[in-house]
């Protein structure tokens, strides 16, 4: 065994053959080692602001210079213990395992790299040893990357309030001969057969390793496609659309009261207008509307309305499509409550999930003029949309398809375990948000239940289908429930997102 204070050289990660290790075990290191990036600060702002406030983001980005400090000319462990009490002292552990779980995992995926991966990915055994809190990461390197131990510095919790103290438990943070220690007891006599490292600090348990490898630091380094990790990113949750690194980090939170402001202004400038005139003032105040296809006219008295059926991106779809139409329509919604629907510009009515009920609703709803319906029930961010429920299939044959989209580069106008209160003006905080809105060829009347004796069933695959088509999206058999257990540890309805916590 080499001694592991005698300083050794590794070669480059590049030069490992990979067609040679499978079925071998590996140790890798986390920041700079599978990621591209060094710093974990980013990750930390994450957790401040998702599973804190965006108060404790502020406070720890003003706390940077700092942590820079104490990185460079005192210590590493410092600097990892100034970021996890920062971010970490006074939150409940319940939250930082869902910030953990919802948040981070989007922006890790986007950050594997790729050299590094390839090495790790063809190992049977692979754990990842890191300064950084287990219980931040561990659900990416187990899901994303196939990791199977996480071997991390532990935090401190309180187990009265179950809240973290901002400290860590013995031996303290996780660099150094620390990390060479934990892998010997991990591993026992039967050492890593590989280790991955990019700094100093790793020489220690990559130095027991039978091989050790260095990831260097590249400007031209390319991250893994994110087809493939171990898992899909479908769910993601949190309102920052970007990495949040000291430069983003600061450019955020010096837009952020001009952006409030210039959301409830969009918002409350456009709320008492006539959606025919709506279409036209959001471009004036920076709302970049995209409207495509031929737009039904309004049904004439005694006719029933058209329904209109959408994919869901936030809760402004059915808005935008009142504004595209030039007229108000009716929508249903879950999970929105008496505040938002009394403040929506058109009719909003709550469903019961009582289907006789909300059959019976709908049907009423459509005698009076248009409905815009929303069959997956919850918005997805990414490319894929979920699986439709059937139940607006048995409701009417004049059915209209249309293709939301919406686009945004600061930050996001969804939540699950936000305030959804909110969604709209953060949409609207954007400096340059853009909607669009595609309308479709009505259904022909040969795949309709009524007319064309089709199962509602098929109706729904068959416009999940269409819309996926026009808008280049995956077409997946994933619910509401599955998002809201995922991402947010509840089924998504009201009654459970608003319960008091045990």
Not at 130 to 143: G, L, Q, S, Y
Not at 287 to 296: A, C, H, Q, S
Not at 310 to 335: E, F, M, Q
Not at 372 to 390: I, M, Q, W, Y
């Amino acid at each position: 065994m080499a001694n592991p204070k005698s300083k050794k050289s590794f070669p480059s990660v590049t030069t490992c053959d990979t067609s040679a290790v499978n079925h071998r075990t590996v140790a890798a290191d986390l920041d700079g080692t599978l990621l591209i990036s060094r710093s974990s600060f980013p990750y930390f702002m994450l957790v401040a602001i998702e599973a804190g406030s965006l108060f404790r983001g502020l406070v720890l980005l003003l706390s940077f210079p700092l942590i820079a400090i104490a990185y460079v000319f005192i210590s590493e462990a410092l600097a990892i213990q100034m970021l996890i009490y920062i971010s970490f002292a006074g939150l409940k552990v319940r939250d930082i395992e869902l910030a953990s779980r919802a948040v981070l995992p989007r922006f890790y995926a986007a950050d594997v790299r790729r050299e590094s991966f390839e090495v790790f990915d063809k190992c049977k055994r692979k754990v990842v040893v890191t300064a950084n809190p287990t219980i931040m990461v561990e659900p990416f390197v187990k899901d994303f990357l196939g990791g199977d131990k996480v071997l991390g510095t532990e935090i401190e919790v309180n187990p009265k309030t179950k809240k973290a103290t901002g400290f860590v438990k013995s031996p303290g943070i996780l660099v150094g001969k620390w990390k060479k220690l934990s892998i010997l007891k991990e591993f026992g006599d039967e050492m890593p057969d590989i280790g991955l490292g990019d700094r100093e600090s790793d020489h220690d348990f990559m130095s027991i390793c039978k091989e050790g490898y260095m990831v260097l630091p590249s400007k031209s380094a390319k991250p893994v496609p994110l087809d493939r990790l171990k898992s899909r990113l479908i769910f993601h949750d949190g309102r920052l659309v970007q990495r949040p690194t000291p430069f983003n980090a600061l450019i955020t939170y010096i837009w952020l009261p001009f952006g409030f402001a210039l959301g409830v202004f969009r918002v409350y400038f456009n709320l008492p207008l006539p959606e025919r005139i709506v279409r036209y003032t959001y471009g004036m105040v920076g709302i970049n509307l995209v409207i495509k296809g031929p737009r039904p006219p309004a049904p004439s008295p005694g006719t029933p309305g058209n329904l209109y059926v959408c994919n869901h991106r936030s809760a402004l779809d059915p808005i935008i499509i009142a504004i595209a139409l030039g007229r108000k329509v009716s929508t249903v919604t879950y999970s929105v409550s008496k505040l938002s629907r009394f403040l929506s510009p058109i009719p909003a009515i709550a469903l019961t999930r009582d289907r006789e009920a909300d059959s019976a609703m709908i049907k009423k709803l459509l005698e009076k003029g248009d409905l815009v319906v929303c069959p997956e029930g919850t918005t997805c961010r990414e490319p894929f949309l979920l699986r439709f429920s059937a139940l607006f299939a048995e409701l009417s044959d004049r059915i209209v398809p249309v293709a939301v989209d919406s686009k945004q580069n600061m930050f996001y106008g969804t939540t699950v375990r936000g305030v959804k209160f909110w969604d709209p003006y953060f949409f609207f905080m954007n400096p340059r948000p853009t909607y669009e809105a595609t309308f479709l060829e009505p259904l022909p009347m040969e795949m309709t239940c009524k007319a064309g004796g089709k199962t509602s069933i098929e109706v729904a695959n068959h416009v999940q289908k269409v819309l996926g088509g026009v808008l280049g999206f995956e077409c997946t058999q994933l619910t509401r429930k599955d998002k809201y257990m995922l991402l947010g540890g509840n089924d998504g309805k009201v009654e459970s997102m608003y319960s008091k916590k045990a």
